[in-house]
């Protein structure tokens, strides 16, 4: 019995030690990401903090700020993360001192002395103990203050003093004190704002001199980067602005580290976060159905406004940086980049499609304000004035999605 039993236990111990090897090791020599890399400074505590830490490694390892990394390794142990998977972290080697601006939000060092203490960073003083073309994923130890084993989290401050843009003012002054969920707006919140478009005194330059950036929910939860017609008045109603935790409750429900507050398995959505959306919205079965219904209506509503920008000879390609040329792209790039916007509100419109085409979540971050915006993105595209006719020749998808907006 007792050998049987150590025989087990080695076999167990084997198979973590390979699967260890196969997850713990980045080779310097290829850009993809093969493992996790072991900071020297923190050790195996950067990640396993103790018994707590477990279930929450199991899930950073699934999320998207790991890289999906489990998920990789279960297909294929010798396989690496790629850009495909995971863009953000492998698309450039960030640690390089040309990336410096970017190394705050696409690396484990720069957010963490970032987050630690905004006032007084400076990149120039990030120090990557890593060789080759090693990257690093957004390890646990950026979030959490492992380096006192108390495992808390930094706290980087109130957006206001975080935000890489400066205007709208008013708005992002009004941001309150997120507590943890500050930590997200960092990196969730874009890098320009539609403003900058109504400020700039030449706008004749391809997009990437007015590109918000990514998956910037705090910028549309908070109303600071949409372009915004003027002459419109758009709601200030948010229901979901108030939400005690903001990100953290509906991303991290029973702290789960997969930061996913729905799941989605071939169109049908699981809401995760049930016991936060309940306290308002009674039917649960109802809305995860509402949420499969305007996800489509979004994507189609974006898709409508990429149509009329095309008819202006401004075409949209979302895989290709700076996005919009001159003719259908094909995956081009510069030196063919459109830049002879016709006027502010046309390159507004533009801004407005690439903003929201790298937020999937819009819709349910601010439902009735984005509506709005996109109403009169398609208003003013659609016979270049504000006359209410967005929805006169809109595809019906559209036009269920947007109905009452305006
Ligand atoms: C950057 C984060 C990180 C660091 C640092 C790290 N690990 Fe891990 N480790 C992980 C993740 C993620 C897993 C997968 C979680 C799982 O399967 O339980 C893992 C799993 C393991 C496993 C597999 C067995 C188990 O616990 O499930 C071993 C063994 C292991 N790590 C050893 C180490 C050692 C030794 C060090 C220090 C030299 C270290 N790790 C440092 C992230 C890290
Ligand atoms: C250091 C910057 C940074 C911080 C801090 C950060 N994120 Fe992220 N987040 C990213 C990046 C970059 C990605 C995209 C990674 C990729 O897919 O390449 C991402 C992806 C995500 C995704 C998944 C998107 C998808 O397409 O699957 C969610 C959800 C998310 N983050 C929520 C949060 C929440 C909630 C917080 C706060 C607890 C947070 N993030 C903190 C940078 C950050
Ligand atoms: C304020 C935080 C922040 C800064 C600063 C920042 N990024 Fe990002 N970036 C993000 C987030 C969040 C994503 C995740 C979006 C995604 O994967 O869809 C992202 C995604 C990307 C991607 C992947 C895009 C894709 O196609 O999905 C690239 C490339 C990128 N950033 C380049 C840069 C460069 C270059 C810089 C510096 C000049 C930079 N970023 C600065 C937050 C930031
Ligand atoms: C993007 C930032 C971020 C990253 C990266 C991150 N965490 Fe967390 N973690 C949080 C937040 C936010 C909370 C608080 C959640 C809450 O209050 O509901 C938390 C809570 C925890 C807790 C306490 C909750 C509990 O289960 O006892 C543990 C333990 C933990 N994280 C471990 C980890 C480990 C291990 C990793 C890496 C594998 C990691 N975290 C990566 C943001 C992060
Ligand atoms: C009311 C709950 C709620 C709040 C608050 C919230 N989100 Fe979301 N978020 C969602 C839901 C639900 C989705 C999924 C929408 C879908 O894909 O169908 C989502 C989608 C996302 C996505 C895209 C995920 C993907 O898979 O593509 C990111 C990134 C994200 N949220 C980040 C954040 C950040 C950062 C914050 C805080 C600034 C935040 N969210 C606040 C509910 C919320
Ligand atoms: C504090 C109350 C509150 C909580 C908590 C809350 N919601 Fe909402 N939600 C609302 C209200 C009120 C509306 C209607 C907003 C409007 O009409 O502008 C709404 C609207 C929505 C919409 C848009 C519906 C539509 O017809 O377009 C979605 C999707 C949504 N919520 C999802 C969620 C999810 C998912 C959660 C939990 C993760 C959640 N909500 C949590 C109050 C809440
Ligand atoms: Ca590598
Ligand atoms: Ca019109």
Redesign the pocket.
């Known amino acids: 019995m007792e050998e049987i039993k150590k025989k087990a236990a080695e076999e167990a111990i084997g198979k973590a030690m390979v699967f260890a090897i196969n997850t713990h090791y980045d080779n310097p020599e290829t850009a993809e990401i093969e493992g996790v890399n072991v900071n020297p400074e923190f050790g195996c505590f950067g990640c396993h903090f103790g018994k707590e830490a477990v279930p929450r490694m199991v899930e950073w390892g699934r999320s998207a700020h790991g890289g999906h990394l489990l998920e990789v390794k279960e297909k294929d142990l010798s396989a690496a993360i790629s850009e495909d998977v995971a863009p953000a972290w492998v698309h450039y080697d960030f640690k390089q001192p040309n990336w410096q601006v970017c190394q705050k939000c696409h690396t484990s060092t720069g957010f963490r002395n970032f987050a630690s203490d905004p006032d007084n960073y400076n990149p120039a003083n990030n120090t990557f103990l890593l060789s080759g073309q090693q990257k690093e994923l957004l390890y646990c130890w950026a979030c959490h203050k492992v380096e006192d084993r108390s495992f808390g989290l930094r706290n980087p401050g109130k957006f206001e003093k975080t935000a890489e843009y400066s205007e709208p003012a008013d708005r992002i002054s009004a941001i309150p004190d997120l507590g943890e969920a500050n930590l997200c707006m960092v990196c969730h919140s874009g890098r320009i704002s539609g403003e900058a478009i109504k400020k700039a005194e030449d706008i004749k330059k391809h997009f990437g001199a007015f590109n918000s950036h990514y998956l910037a929910a705090g910028g549309i939860i908070f109303r600071t980067l949409p372009y915004e017609f003027d002459g419109r008045e758009y709601t200030d109603?948010n229901?979901?602005q108030?939400?005690d935790g903001l990100c953290i409750a509906?991303h991290m429900p029973n702290e789960d580290h997969t930061f996913e507050?729905v799941v989605e398995e071939n169109g049908k959505v699981e809401?995760k976060?049930k016991s936060?959306?309940e306290?308002?919205?009674k039917d649960l079965e109802e809305?995860a159905k509402?949420?499969e219904e305007?996800k489509k209506q979004y994507e189609e509503t974006l898709k409508y406004i990429e149509q009329l920008l095309a008819e202006k000879g401004i075409y949209y390609d979302k895989a290709a940086y700076p996005y919009f040329y001159p003719s259908p792209s094909g995956g081009r790039g510069p030196p063919n980049a459109f830049t002879d916007w016709p006027d502010k509100d046309t390159l507004g419109s533009a801004y407005n499609l690439n903003l929201f085409a790298r937020e999937p979540g819009a819709?349910?971050h601010n439902?009735?304000y984005v509506k709005q915006v996109l109403y009169d993105t398609i208003d003013y595209l659609d016979d270049g004035e504000l006359n209410n006719s967005a929805l006169e020749k809109a595809p019906e998808e559209v036009k269920k999605f947007l109905e009452g907006a305006r």
Request: aromatic share 10%; charged share 10%.
């Open positions: 109603f229901p979901h108030n939400i509906c507050a809401i976060a936060v959306c306290k308002c919205h809305l509402t949420i305007r819709f349910v439902p009735s």
